[in-house]
């Protein structure tokens, strides 16, 4: 079992940066493959990043390619997500998840624990 608490959302405006950290507590943090995924208003919640246990292996949305860049650190049980030039578009409350499988994983129902989310919104 592992708990997720994400934070570091916020209000920023366009072209700004953010970084969005995910605490874990519990067991075995450096087993798991981490993801960040995002929900706006009436949409589904939609992959962002992931990155394996070891954080040798990442993947990104093509929609933040370039921009995010997920990183782990293990011996602090937190994984990260660097946001630079902002787009409205990115407004969405930002999930954590974690899973036990091997490997690079973009489907929500393949992890196991989720966060409560942060909200991010981008001004135009």
């Known amino acids: 079992q592992v708990q997720l608490v994400e934070s570091g959302g916020g209000l920023v405006q366009a072209g700004d940066s953010l970084r969005l950290s995910c605490a874990a507590s519990?067991?075995?943090?450096?087993?798991?493959?981490m993801g960040w995924f995002r929900q706006a208003p009436g949409k589904e919640r939609d992959f962002v990043a992931s990155?394996?246990?070891?954080?040798?292996?990442?993947d990104y949305a093509d929609s933040v390619k370039g921009r995010f860049t997920i990183s782990r650190d293990n011996a602090k049980n937190t994984v990260y997500l660097q946001m630079n030039s902002l787009k409205p578009e990115d407004t969405a409350i930002y999930y954590c998840?974690?899973?036990?499988?091997?490997?690079?994983?973009?489907?929500?129902?393949?992890?196991?624990?989720w966060g409560q989310g942060t909200q991010v919104t981008v001004s135009s």
């Open positions: 998840a974690a899973t036990r499988k091997l490997g690079i994983w973009r489907r929500p129902l393949d992890y196991d624990y």
């Open positions: 990155i394996t246990w070891s954080g040798g292996s990442t």
């Open positions: 519990g067991r075995a943090f450096s087993q798991y493959t």
